[in-house]
């Protein structure tokens, strides 16, 4: 679950992490007033999305005086803003943060996350912040310092040490950062995040760190441990197709591209992607129904699926073992009926009953179902479906 910049930095503010004073607000009216009560001479107008990259899609904006404040907060406030992170369609800015702005001496990149190959948390730090941590990492990979935490010890201040190191600081600031740092580690661990980013966190001309910027994500399966958290999710920034999915128990996540994924089995689906992507096609969505694939559950996936103008073909690759396949190609008939299925469907169904399933499937002569004999037979055959 990801949460807006403004709720990322009360959090921080509760850890005792160094934020600027800042207002949300949601009418462009309310912002002179806004900015008044923050205090200040200048401001900045920042859109608050579930995305990267907002300066450079004109999300953020300096503001030198009120009238600036008003104008940017009009412009900003209803706009469709496109970033690398959204995709070309964009998302809607239906809030706006104001802030104080800070004087600048230097910027840094921050951010902890958990490594999946180690299993243990990484923290990230660049000297280099401000920019696309992804342009760095290519062009400038000695500038970014990979640090290992091993949870049973926890943050240490040798840790805050090599960070101070990669950023080139005194004493003085190496204190300041290693217990910025240790806090930022502390929600990573307390409120069960999966990723903390800070950037730029800046140092200011009188020598003291702000977290300029804010991004926090947690791990949903820990919400029921931190209401006041899962209270801060905000469903207008949610794909509207995986909230309908989690509704019925689908494991969806949408995608690009036009092959339509109906699998059960979270490995198995991101097995059925990979072969998708072998083939030269692209998977419109990660799905999984789950260890029983009922009627009722396919039918729903193709109704979810095909709410996705992009899809030309859909991949139904299930392996039958709780369930038999029969029953399962007999589910998937009687899904089709439920359910306009204009795109071709083509089917791989493999174990208990797999040869029996495959003649109900031939027998109901059905003109846009393809059978396949294999997960790479099926990935061949959809892909060229989905080419038309």
Not at 181 to 201: C, F, G, H, R, T
Not at 249 to 256: A, I, M, N, P
Not at 270 to 283: A, L, Q, R, Y
């Amino acid at each position: 679950m990801n949460i807006h910049e403004y709720q990322a930095k009360q959090i921080f503010a509760d850890f005792g992490i160094p934020v600027q004073n800042g207002k949300i607000i949601e009418n462009a009216e309310n912002a002179i007033s806004a900015a008044k009560e923050i205090g200040g001479k200048s401001w900045v107008v920042k859109a608050q999305i579930h995305a990267g990259g907002r300066g450079k899609g004109g999300g953020v904006k300096f503001a030198k005086d009120l009238e600036a404040v008003g104008k940017y907060a009009h412009e900003i406030l209803g706009m469709n803003l496109v970033t690398h992170q959204t995709g070309p369609e964009g998302k809607l800015v239906q809030k706006v943060y104001i802030v104080e702005a800070v004087d600048i001496k230097e910027e840094y990149y921050l951010s902890i996350l958990l490594d999946r190959a180690t299993e243990m948390p990484v923290i990230i730090a660049s000297a280099e912040g401000g920019m696309d941590i992804e342009k760095v990492a290519a062009e400038m990979p000695e500038k970014i310092v990979k640090i290992q935490i091993n949870p049973l010890i926890g943050f240490r201040s040798f840790h805050g040490r090599m960070i101070a190191k990669t950023f080139g600081l005194n004493a003085d600031l190496t204190k300041k950062v290693t217990n910025l740092v240790a806090s930022l580690y502390q929600i990573y661990v307390q409120k069960d995040a999966n990723m903390i980013e800070v950037n730029p966190l800046v140092l200011t001309d009188d020598d003291e760190f702000i977290a300029l910027d804010a991004k926090v994500g947690f791990d949903d399966n820990a919400m029921f441990k931190h209401k006041e958290i899962a209270a801060m999710r905000d469903f207008d920034e949610e794909e509207p197709t995986e909230l309908e999915a989690d509704k019925y128990g689908l494991s969806y996540v949408k995608l690009d591209g036009n092959v339509g994924c109906v699998v059960n089995g979270a490995g198995l689906a991101m097995s059925t992607m990979d072969i998708v992507k072998h083939e030269n096609g692209e998977p419109a969505n990660f799905l999984d129904v789950g260890g029983k694939a009922t009627a009722e559950t396919v039918a729903k996936s193709f109704e979810i699926i095909l709410k996705d103008p992009n899809v030309k073909a859909i991949f139904v690759n299930i392996f039958g073992g709780i369930v038999r396949c029969d029953r399962i190609a007999n589910g998937i008939l009687e899904a089709t009926q439920k359910i306009n299925v204009n795109v071709p469907l083509v089917i791989r169904l493999d174990g208990t009953n797999a040869k029996e399933a495959s003649e109900i499937l031939k027998k109901a002569n059905i003109q846009n179902i393809i059978t396949a004999e294999s997960m790479s037979d099926g990935a061949k055959k959809v892909v060229a479906a989905a080419r038309g």
